[in-house]
């Protein structure tokens, strides 16, 4: 009947099967292995491991049965049988059942086995399906047919916080790794690398990213090596670095929904080897009592061993090369010898076996075996612990307690593991020689012990949101400043005419004794008439004195004035959280240029070194990916054309070894970074040369320039001074697009050079792109912001002061003539009407490289402004660079700086 099944299925069918029986297999092998140290720790398993572990197992059962492997599809029935039974004893886990599972798993095994051979299912499972049957006490009868276990699915919020962790946790092993090539003899930063790898891989198996995952155990393997030999062997640092970069592929396609790029097999295959092929592996299978003295944890267990006169014994064992589930069977032999005594070490572990390739895999244990008793009997007891299936006992041979004494005393005398130590009477303060581990700052290199800053996640997007929520607080804000104004110029207007009131009182009053005398006392009816009305006018006014001195607006308006206070400096407040919530260190930039610097260095065969500075520097982090580019492009030039090998730089006088320096700081409302390198400098002549060859400048404009305006040729398109084209540069477009690309930031480019000695270029970027000073003035009857950053001066001009130079109007500030633009010529300004002054108004502005005037028919404040990006009919209308809403609701228009001298 399984033949004729197996027929049905066809081929295709049985080898689609065992690619998904390989995968659960070494599922199943990850979770026995959990199991056994939950049954070591005499701690119940996980039910969720149990769930996730049986829903495995459905799956298998569905897929065996579809394609017509009986034994297949009842041995994971039943293994699904055993696990229901351990949850209904809530996880709790003995011996006998442990056993159980671990023959499953070597029966699944074997039958996987058969069928990549080519044969039927040949290998007999009755046995174990009626053991399960009596421990589970369930009939073996056929279970109903199950539908498949669905894939897991990857929650998405959970995968954007593993990407970003993951993303931070490669720049960290990267920046590390870099350091350590320089001095390999480094135990604490092996140390950070494996806690860094470890997370890599313990986070990558949560979220079942399973490339991720072994490779990262893998070079999880290699570092072992290199701290149990407390340094990194040279071949090991391409094998790093390589497999680092996989996993940031793996990382990268995954947040851009891609397939990954190449073969990840190949790589986790090519870490494997290494790991069983290396000379240092192979000195250390040897030397176990070594190794004991060496780990701090082992070193304990011995000395303890050997308190107890227990016997210690060498072992050898040997995984044959055709044996299945090797991870299995070393977790078996460990276990079986922990029944009987203390493994002390095992190398390599149990838990690594499984990842060593498919040939023979040895393994050296150093053994304890509980209380003291004949060499020869302990001996023979280890050996019938060791009759396992697959396992050939190679070795087995007691060690002297008195050698392990004398190397355990010798060990104490010698530098942890862990930590840097000292004998009495040494310096700790003595360079780091040959031998001796390197030391590095705690606040760079902290320890697992070094305090944490408490923090929380906020998404990036809801961050924008209260920026612009401030934005509008402050608008609102000056909105009722407005209001305020207004209403003080109400109170101004009712204490005019208070007085108004008191005045015409008074001139009443004086008018009516002069009446009196005139009248005199004659008492006819019109008299009288005449002074009943003034004595109602006087009772009237006398009304409009009280009412206009009762009045309450005066005390209202400066309670509205004090609340009107105390509203913007909390909107202040609360905008300035906002900002610096915004603003994060330039670090996350920097440092990844130690790996860049590394690999461009290496390829072009040159020695650099990268210097950082000022990497708690905070800018916003909407500017953080709009640098990166840039940056890349200048350490990129300054390795190819700054930088000389080494033959040149020995020749003039330099040192062999070229400097980058990358440095970060602020200045003012900017934050500057400066690429410096020590290289041969910036030529201008020669950048003249080539532009005039190039057709990019004629002779004539070149004769007028100085040699600052020469070193700004560089930024030409096609401008370059490379010999020869490169993968790397030489084309022209990359100092082009940099100034392009800072200039999208707001940001302008500054160039130091001196021929020989090295090149400064320095990008001043604005720290926010969110909130500006601004001076609001007035063209026609327009109001325009411009940024307070760009304005020099403010200056009156007559017409005789203007002078005409090819068609543009200029005017002499000091030694510098400045170009002059009126925006009525080229913007549609609504006139005021009222006729042109011969002395105007000009405003000087300046994009940190070139200065322009503008005229201006009136200036109004200086001013906090939130800057809104135009609408995108609009993005392209040059000299416009956003609009704003004033405090009376108004929208103004935001003036580029950089673009006002090509819109005229």
Not at 354 to 375: N, R, S, T
Not at 564 to 583: D, E, F, P, Y
Not at 654 to 672: D, S
Request: glycine share 8%.
């Amino acid at each position: 009947m399984a033949a004729k099944d197996k027929q049905k299925a066809g081929p295709e069918g049985i080898k689609t099967f065992l690619k998904e029986a390989d995968v659960s297999l070494k599922k199943f092998a990850e979770k026995f292995f959990q199991f056994a140290q939950c049954l070591r720790e005499k701690r119940d398993v996980r039910d969720d491991d149990l769930k996730e572990m049986s829903g495995e197992l459905r799956a298998l059962h569905a897929a065996a049965s579809r394609v017509g492997l009986p034994k297949t599809a009842e041995l994971a029935r039943h293994w699904e049988m055993l696990l229901e039974y351990v949850r209904q004893h809530s996880g709790a886990l003995d011996r006998k059942v442990a056993d159980l599972i671990g023959a499953a798993l070597e029966a699944l095994g074997s039958l996987a086995r058969d069928l990549n051979q080519g044969a039927q299912e040949s290998t007999d499972v009755v046995r174990l399906l009626e053991d399960i049957q009596k421990v589970t006490g369930k009939p073996t009868g056929k279970k109903k047919k199950e539908a498949p276990a669905q894939p897991v699915e990857v929650d998405q919020a959970y995968l954007g916080i593993y990407l970003d962790e993951t993303e931070q946790n490669i720049a960290r092993f990267n920046d590390d790794l870099v350091i350590l090539e320089k001095n390999p003899i480094a135990p604490a930063l092996i140390n950070n690398l494996f806690r860094v790898i470890h997370t890599i891989k313990g986070s990558s198996a949560m979220m079942n990213i399973s490339d991720a995952q072994e490779i990262a155990h893998a070079l999880e393997n290699i570092l072992v090596i290199a701290r149990e030999n407390r340094q990194v062997f040279p071949e090991m640092f391409p094998l790093l670095f390589g497999g680092i970069d996989t996993i940031s592929n793996v990382i990268f396609s995954l947040r851009h929904k891609k397939d990954v790029a190449g073969d990840t097999t190949s790589v986790v295959e090519k870490l494997k080897q290494y790991v069983q092929s290396s000379p240092a592996e192979k000195r250390r299978k040897d030397d176990l009592p070594e190794m004991a003295a060496a780990s701090r944890s082992a070193r304990k267990i011995l000395a303890q061993a050997l308190a107890r006169h227990d016997t210690i014994y060498r072992i050898m064992i040997a995984l044959e090369a055709n044996t299945p589930l090797k991870g299995m069977k070393a977790c078996l032999v460990e276990d079986h010898l922990n029944h009987r005594g203390v493994v002390i070490v095992m190398h390599p572990r149990a838990e690594d076996v499984h990842d060593l390739g498919q040939g023979q895999v040895k393994i050296g244990i150093l053994f304890a075996l509980l209380g003291p008793q004949g060499a020869a009997a302990g001996a023979q007891e280890i050996h019938g612990l060791l009759l396992i299936g697959g396992v050939s006992v190679l070795l087995i041979e007691a060690v002297a307690a008195k050698d392990l004494t004398e190397l355990l005393d010798k060990k104490t005398l010698l530098l942890s593991p862990d930590a840097p130590q000292t004998k009495p009477g040494e310096e700790k303060t003595s360079p780091p020689g040959p031998s001796q581990p390197a030391r590095f700052p705690a606040q760079l290199r902290a320890g697992p012990g070094a305090a944490l800053t408490p923090f929380i996640r906020i998404d990036a997007q809801k961050l924008d949101t209260l920026m612009n929520l401030s934005g509008e607080l402050a608008s609102i804000r000056a909105r009722y400043e407005g209001l305020v104004n207004q209403m003080r110029g109400e109170v101004s207007s009712g204490r005019e005419f208070a007085r108004v009131i008191a005045a015409l009182k008074s001139n009443f009053s004086a008018l009516s004794r002069e009446l009196g005398h005139s009248i005199g006392k004659k008492e006819d009816a019109q008299t009288k008439h005449i002074f009943k009305e003034l004595a109602i006018l006087r009772e009237q006014l006398e009304q409009l004195e009280h009412a206009a001195g009762q009045s309450r607006l005066t005390s209202e308006v400066r309670r509205i004035d004090e609340a009107t206070g105390a509203l913007g400096k909390v909107a202040s407040h609360i905008q300035a959280a906002v900002m610096q919530a915004r603003m994060v260190p330039i670090r996350g930039v920097l440092s990844r240029f130690n790996r860049i610097v590394r690999d461009l260095a290496k390829e072009l065969g040159k020695d650099v070194t990268l210097v950082l500075e000022g990497e708690e520097t905070e800018l916003d982090r909407n500017l953080i990916d709009g640098i990166a580019e840039p940056l890349i492009h200048m350490v990129r030039n300054a390795i190819d054309h700054g930088i000389e090998d080494t033959p040149t730089r020995r020749n003039a006088g330099k040192p062999e070894r070229g400097t980058i320096t990358l440095r970060a700081f602020h200045q003012g409302n900017n934050v500057c970074i400066e690429v410096a390198d020590d290289g041969r400098g910036l030529d201008g002549q020669l950048l003249a040369e080539n532009a005039i060859r190039k057709k990019l400048v004629t002779g004539e404009q070149v004769s007028r320039l100085t040699e600052r305006e020469k070193w700004d040729l560089i930024f030409l398109p096609g401008s370059s001074t490379a010999a020869r084209v490169t993968g790397l540069s030489g084309r022209g477009v990359g100092m082009d697009a940099v100034r392009s690309m800072i200039g999208a930031l707001n940001g302008v480019v500054d160039i130091q050079s001196a021929v020989g000695r090295g090149t400064t270029f320095t990008f001043k970027i604005p720290l926010t792109l969110a909130i500006i000073q601004a001076l609001l003035v007035t063209i026609g009857e327009t109001i325009y912001a411009l940024p307070l950053e760009a304005v020099m001066e403010v200056m009156s001009v007559t017409p005789d002061m203007v002078d005409m130079r090819e068609d543009h109007a200029v005017i002499q500030v000091r030694e510098h003539l400045i170009r002059l633009v009126d925006l009525k010529n080229t913007f549609p300004v609504h006139s005021s009407g009222r006729p042109q002054q011969e002395t105007r108004r000009v405003i000087v502005l300046t994009d940190g490289e070139r200065q322009a005037g503008i005229f201006v028919d009136k200036l109004i404040k200086e001013t906090e402004i939130v800057i809104k990006a135009l609408p995108h009919q609009f993005s392209r209308v040059k000299g416009i660079s956003g609009v704003t809403v004033l405090g009376n609701g108004e929208v103004a228009l935001i003036l580029d700086p950089k673009a006002i001298p090509q819109v005229a």
